[in-house]
C-alpha cells in the first residue's frame, strides 16, 4: 500500500504561481511513476502531468504546457507540480497518484486550488 499527502494548494491572483507537493510513503517510491490529476466543479477528473520513475521524462497537458512543471526528488520521496502563471480556468481540486504498475494506481486526498481573476 503506497500513502500519498498533498499540500501546497490555496487561493492565488491570475498570474500568480503555487507548488503543489506530494510526499508519499513506501520504500520503492523511486520506482514509481508518478502525476497529477485535477478535477474542476462539474467536470471530469483530467491529467496534468506525469513524470517517470527517474524524472527523465514528463508528460503535460497541452492546457499547462509551458506553465507547469513537474519534478520529484526520490530522496524525499516526494513529487512536486511547480505551477506558474495561473489562470482561473486552474481552479480545481488537484490529485497526486503513484503507479507501481501498469495496472496499479494510489490516489492522495486532494489539494484546492483557486485562481482568483
Known amino acids: 500500500q503506497v500513502q500519498l499527502v498533498e499540500s501546497g494548494g490555496g487561493l492565488v491572483q491570475a498570474g500568480g504561481s503555487l507548488r503543489l507537493s506530494c510526499a508519499a510513503s513506501g520504500r520503492t517510491f523511486s520506482s514509481y511513476a508518478m502525476g497529477w490529476f485535477r478535477q474542476a466543479p462539474g467536470k471530469e477528473r483530467e491529467s496534468v502531468a506525469a513524470i517517470n520513475w527517474g524524472g527523465s521524462r514528463t508528460v503535460y497537458a497541452d492546457s499547462v504546457k509551458g506553465r507547469f512543471t513537474i519534478s520529484r526528488d526520490n530522496a524525499k520521496n516526494t513529487v512536486y507540480l511547480q505551477m506558474d502563471s495561473l489562470k482561473p480556468e486552474d481552479t480545481a481540486v488537484y490529485y497526486c497518484?503513484?503507479?507501481?504498475?501498469?495496472?496499479?494506481?494510489?490516489w492522495g486526498q486532494g489539494t484546492q486550488v483557486t485562481v482568483s481573476s
Open positions: 497518484h503513484a503507479d507501481p504498475s501498469l495496472a496499479v494506481r494510489y
